[in-house]
């Protein structure tokens, strides 16, 4: 008497063999197929990795513009609050003045960005930012100042900058 005969049944061509309802021979993948998958599911890691790092880099310079435009916005309510009075009392505060006199020039020096073409130009408290503006008197009314504030910075390795204007109206 044989102890260890096994009893199955083979089926089809494909040499599976059952044993008590299970089927042994080729179950799992192959070696190939774990190794086609794991390059697959690699590439798609890889791929969303360096979409985060662009959208990390889009969200820095984001930032950088939106700081940049609100020194730039806080600068122009800084000057707007200025007294501007070209007659006796209050005196012309110093930083409304257009110091290189371009104010009827044909742009009128509104758009002036360096140290030595601007009217005026401070750097933010943060020291990354560089605010430049410029002033012309009379540009679009008699007993008007249109300001110009321009703010520069290096961001990515690249020259970027903001700028922006208004019309300051004399008060009489």
């Given amino acids: 008497m044989a102890a260890n005969v096994i009893k199955g049944t083979v089926t089809g061509g494909d040499c599976m063999v059952e044993e008590k309802g299970i089927k042994v021979g080729q179950a799992g993948f192959s070696i190939i197929e774990v190794m086609i998958g794991a390059a697959i599911f690699a590439f798609g890691i890889i791929t969303v990795a360096g979409m985060q790092i662009t959208g990390t880099g889009g969200t820095a310079v984001a930032n950088q513009y939106t700081e940049a435009s609100t020194i730039g916005m806080d600068k122009i309510e800084e000057l707007i609050a200025l007294p501007f009075n070209t007659y006796d009392s209050p005196p012309l505060d110093p930083a409304l003045v257009d110091r290189d006199n371009d104010g009827g020039a044909g742009d009128k020096g509104l758009f002036d960005a ?59």
Avoid: H
């Fill in 114 to 172: 360096t140290a030595g073409t601007a009217d005026n130009s401070e750097i933010d408290p943060s020291g990354r930012y560089t605010i430049y503006w410029n002033v012309a008197d009379d540009d679009l009314s008699e007993f008007t100042k249109t300001v110009s504030v321009i703010v520069v910075w290096n961001g990515n390795g690249m020259q970027r900058s903001v700028s922006m204007q208004r019309v300051i109206p004399q008060i009489i």
